[in-house]
């Protein structure tokens, strides 16, 4: 079965120092994938997304992501964490199967930022 | 523009009960979904819509009820709610049919079933 594992539930990172939340997809076919950040209370939205072209992504807030076809992930990384960034990530895939597109989610990643 | 709006924002309901969430977009997107949010599991599709009269099911259809009449709205209907649907859902739509579309996300229903 498809499938997108993000490795580490919680997160915790110093003010300042880099942030990495890492993102495996498991699909014969490479998918189009994404990051999503939610704010408490609220819904989600995206980061950014990898659709084709030029594999590193650059999207909101400073954060990118590298799509590695060979290693099957999609890493999110910041160099420098702020306060603001304290949420919670997911990172997505949207797959075609059975005639129409898809998207599964990870389970997510708490990121929380140490002052 | 609005967006993807949901209401209700909280609902209590008591085993057996039914009711429906309104899920609506105004941006003119084709496709539509429904997750639940649960802790430790992530998003969990539900059902969802590439158009208007067109719906299938996702991965946690069972209990869930659903119908596209118009691209606007997207109703989810809970047939006899259990304790096991308590959740926070969220509906989202798309623009086409998806794949390299982002999806939009509306702010969410927490519902508590007793």
């Known amino acids: 079965a498809q499938s997108v594992t993000q490795l580490g539930s919680h997160v915790s990172v110093s003010e300042g120092a880099l942030v990495l939340l890492r993102c495996n997809y498991s699909?014969?076919?490479?998918?189009?994938l994404f990051w999503y950040v939610q704010y408490p209370n609220q819904g989600l939205q995206l980061l950014l997304k990898?659709?084709?072209?030029?594999?590193l992504v650059k999207g909101i807030n400073g954060f990118e992501a590298e799509f590695k076809k060979s290693e099957t992930s999609f890493h999110l990384t910041k160099p420098s964490a702020h306060m603001s960034d304290a949420a919670e990530y997911f990172c997505?895939?949207?797959?075609?199967?059975?005639?129409?597109?898809?998207?599964?989610f990870g389970t997510g990643t708490r990121l929380k930022v140490l002052a | 523009n609005a967006g993807v709006t949901q209401t209700p924002k909280f609902q209590v309901l008591k085993t057996g009960q039914s009711m429906t969430l309104q899920c609506a977009q105004d941006?003119?997107?084709?496709?539509m979904s429904w997750y639940r949010q649960d802790p430790g599991m992530g998003l969990r599709l539900i059902h969802y819509?590439?158009?208007?009269?067109i719906t299938d099911q996702g991965e946690v259809p069972n209990g869930y009820n659903v119908s596209r009449s118009t691209t606007e709205d997207f109703p989810l209907r809970l047939l006899s709610a259990a304790p096991s649907q308590t959740s926070v859902y969220f509906c989202a739509s798309c623009w086409g049919g998806g794949g390299t579309y982002e999806q939009y996300f509306g702010p969410g229903t927490r519902l508590t079933v007793t």
């Open positions: 699909s014969s076919v490479p998918p189009y």
């Open positions: 819509s590439v158009g208007a009269g």
């Open positions: 997505a895939v949207s797959l075609y199967t059975s005639g129409t597109y898809k998207y599964i």
């Open positions: 990898y659709t084709t072209g030029a594999t």
């Open positions: 941006m003119n997107h084709e496709y």
